[in-house]
């Protein structure tokens, strides 16, 4: 009953708390899709099932552990070390992203067919661009 005045006090730091908790969650609420998005630019396209199926088990099971490891961390520490544990897992995340990032190579995916093109580019735009793999000589054929 102690921390009971964090939830109740009015004034600047329930205002505080709860800006502190919107940008927790933009940031940590997107690192699955991320993770999937990261982890489908290495893997081939008749893969991007089974990889992120794996990703589903993995944060599945962390979703499940998770509340109970963290739930034993405030059991010890009070209920406001729940921040310092979600820190200190997100410490973990970002030191291990940052020694996948320095042991793998950057390379140019060979499938990769995006073009770019505006929102209203006329046909003539689409055959004019050899990237869109776009063949319109056979249409203006038709029409005549």
């Known amino acids: 009953m102690q921390y009971i005045n964090v939830v109740v006090d009015p004034g600047a730091d329930k205002l505080m708390f709860f800006i502190f908790v919107t940008v927790y969650a933009g940031a940590s609420l997107s690192l699955f899709p991320l993770n999937i998005a990261h982890t ?74 995006f073009t770019p093109l505006p929102k209203n580019i006329t046909p003539l735009g689409m055959e004019l661009d050899p990237d869109t793999g776009v063949n319109l000589s056979n249409v203006d054929k038709k029409n005549e």
Do not use: Q, W
């Not at 499940?64 to 490891?69: A, D, H, K, S």
């Not at 034993?72 to 020694?99: D, K, Q, R, T």
């Open 40 to 113: 489908n630019d290495f893997v081939p396209k008749e893969k991007f099932v089974a990889a992120g199926g794996g990703l589903n088990l993995v944060f599945g099971m962390g979703a499940m552990g998770g509340p109970i490891v963290c739930s034993i961390f405030m059991n010890e520490f009070g209920p406001n070390s729940f921040f310092i544990f979600l820190l200190i897992f997100h410490v973990i995340i970002a030191i291990f992203a940052l020694y996948r990032i320095t042991r793998r190579s950057t390379e140019d995916n060979p499938d990769s067919t």
